[in-house]
């Protein structure tokens, strides 16, 4: 039984080598960016988020990192720890109300929570 509640995967975040050429790639699918900046690019699709970061700021994540809505982020992080994932971010605000922190499980894929207070 989960410790915490989610609304599910909310986000999902693929590290690019060049921003420019993954930003027209997007843009294809998805139309222009609702944010644009050297360290976010983020398109909203109904309630879905989808974003890109430089690569060199996912510590050598090697492919997208899946976001889960969390209605309490510091309990979800805890027990994910607490069940042997490996912290890769602490909780951070990065933006408006929205925190987000991030974990390794033992495979070494990134498992990522987000919650808008």
């Not at 909203?44 to 976001?67: E, H, M, V």
């Amino acid at each position: 039984m989960a410790l915490t509640k989610t609304q599910g995967v909310k986000t999902v975040i693929f590290p690019v080598q060049d921003m420019e050429r993954a930003k027209a790639l997007f843009r294809a699918l998805m139309g222009p960016p609702d944010q644009d900046s050297p360290y976010y690019v983020g398109y909203t699709f109904g309630d879905q988020n989808i974003g890109l970061t430089p690569s060199q700021d996912r510590k050598g994540a090697a492919g997208p990192a899946c976001y889960w809505a969390v209605d309490d982020i510091r309990a979800s992080l805890q027990a994910l720890l607490d069940a042997g994932a490996e912290l890769v971010q602490d909780v951070r605000h990065v933006g408006g109300t929205r925190e987000i922190a991030s974990v390794k499980d033992a495979e070494g894929n990134e498992i990522g929570l987000t919650h808008d207070g």
